[in-house]
């Protein structure tokens, strides 16, 4: 479905500044602004509900070169604390 806006050209500037920083198009960019409505009115109100949607929005497994996520987090921990300043 295609549908053609007149947004005020602040609001234009503005999403296209936002786009722009997550290296999006604008379409996209309004399209998941506008898939997400739901969420942002109804938030999720437990663990259990954060999760199922972290999961329906692939964040959950989104990294499947991670085996062991703790391990991982070791390593970061590690890292940080150990790395020389310049």
Do not use: F
Not at 7 to 30: D, F, H, M, W
Not at 32 to 48: D, E, Y
């Amino acid at each position: 479905m295609n549908i053609s806006l007149d947004l005020p050209p602040e609001l234009e500037n503005q999403l296209s500044t936002e786009a722009s920083q997550l290296n999006l198009p604008l379409s996209e960019y309004i399209l998941r602004i506008l898939s997400i409505r739901q969420v942002l009115s109804n938030p999720p109100k437990t663990g259990a509900e954060l999760v199922a949607y972290w999961q329906s929005e692939g964040v959950i497994n989104s990294r499947p070169e991670i085996a062991d996520s703790q391990v991982h987090a070791r390593n970061l921990r590690h890292e940080a604390q150990t790395r020389t300043r310049a």
